[in-house]
């Protein structure tokens, strides 16, 4: 559900300078409409309750914790080199459907238990170099500081705010009533599912920030920064799956075995990457902001932003992992930077606060969320009635 208010000029500017630290006490300027039944007291409450969640966590974690991060790598790279391994045989077709399977598998593991949530921080406490935000390079086109950007420090920032969270459509799809309908976006259903096998390309051209090129607030020289980075990641990705697999496997004769084996793991982990992060803010009962609602807004504020603003997907403990735990995504949006493995821990105590708060708490399976997350993309492609 999306939510209407006006935009003023003056909010509207005011926001491209508002500081990063969030505001003590008060209110927003508008309270979301699912949040308007909250008084002030109430939402200092609430964000005192969800940081004695968080304190609690921080207290724990420890040794179990970072023998998990640790196990799931051993995984990971086990998945990979056996997928590869298999894929130099590919020629018998029982080895190919097995090497693409593992492939995908520990590709799909690289990206959502380990990238992203390495990326976000959640292990830098253990002081390892080898798992630390700064120096972990994913199996993604898109570099990881780049994406760190976007990411991290906007999308996590403005959540759901039309006009500042450009993951609002990706710059490419209109995911938003208040987004104007252009006859571009009769395309909605056509460019989603050209984007969802190709999901890795689409994230690095829009972690470029070329809108924001164009408007003036990147320099050419950060452009140009970034898009050297971008090719150095490319030819990096292109050797690695597309040119050392299948030269090893022309040995065996499976050449173009494993070319299309790597080539069918990368669609796979890139449609359910999409899937997965579609569900997390765009099924029906996520709500966005317009930008008078987050000027001014207390911890408290934020926090109610981020869980009435995303979206769970209910499933069993596999599919959890899976997703990178992102199928908590409420969870993660209220503490992007613990450990994903502790976000089932504490998801009961998430969803009772929101129960006591009158709030929502949007979850569902997955083919339920994805198909919610699609009638979205569909409906919005026409022009709104009036």
Not at 158 to 181: A, S
Not at 235 to 253: C, E, I, N, R, S
Not at 303 to 324: D, E, K
Request: net charge positive.
């Amino acid at each position: 559900m999306s939510v209407v208010s006006a935009k003023s000029p003056a909010t509207a500017v005011g926001l491209k300078t508002r500081p990063g630290a969030l505001a003590e006490d008060g209110r927003p300027t508008v309270r979301p409409p699912a949040a308007a039944h909250l008084s002030d007291e109430q939402v200092a409450e609430l964000g005192r309750e969800l940081d004695a969640i968080r304190d609690d966590i921080l207290g724990k974690r420890g040794s179990s914790d970072a023998a998990y991060i640790r196990r799931m790598i051993k995984i990971q790279r086990a998945l990979e080199v056996s997928g590869r391994a298999a894929l130099l045989v590919s020629k018998n077709k029982a080895a190919w459907i097995t090497g693409t399977a593992l492939l995908s598998v520990a590709k799909i593991l690289e990206n959502m238990e380990l990238g992203h949530n390495i990326l976000h921080g959640q292990w830098d406490w253990m002081r390892d170099p080898d798992i630390h935000s700064t120096t972990w390079e994913w199996d993604f086109v898109t570099p990881s500081r780049s994406w760190q950007h976007t990411h991290n420090d906007l999308h996590h920032r403005w959540t759901n705010v039309v006009g500042k969270d450009r993951d609002v459509g990706y710059n490419l799809l209109r995911m938003d009533p208040d987004q104007e309908w252009k006859p571009f976006n009769l395309g909605n259903p056509l460019y989603n599912a050209l984007l969802a096998p190709v999901f890795e390309w689409g994230i690095a051209i829009y972690d470029l920030e070329i809108p924001e090129y164009k408007e003036g607030l990147k320099s050419k020289e950060a452009m140009n920064k970034d898009l050297k980075a971008l090719g150095r990641k490319a030819v990096k990705q292109f050797a690695k799956d597309y040119a050392a697999t299948p030269a090893l496997a022309m040995l065996t004769g499976s050449g173009k075995q494993a070319l299309y084996g790597t080539l069918a793991a990368n669609a796979i982990r890139n449609v359910w990457a999409h899937a997965v992060i579609f569900c997390g803010h765009f099924p029906e009962g996520t709500d966005t902001f317009t930008e008078e609602m987050v000027e001014g807004e207390t911890r408290g504020d934020w926090y109610v932003r981020q869980m009435i603003g995303s979206a769970n997907i209910s499933g069993p403990r596999f599919m959890h992992l899976m997703t990178g735990n992102l199928s908590h995504q409420i969870e993660h949006h209220l503490f992007p930077d613990l450990p994903s493995n502790r976000y089932a821990e504490i998801a009961p105590k998430v969803r009772d606060i929101c129960q006591r708060y009158d709030l929502k708490y949007t979850t569902g399976p997955l083919l339920k969320q994805v198909g919610s997350a699609w009638a979205k993309v569909f409906k919005l492609a026409l022009p709104p009635r009036r």
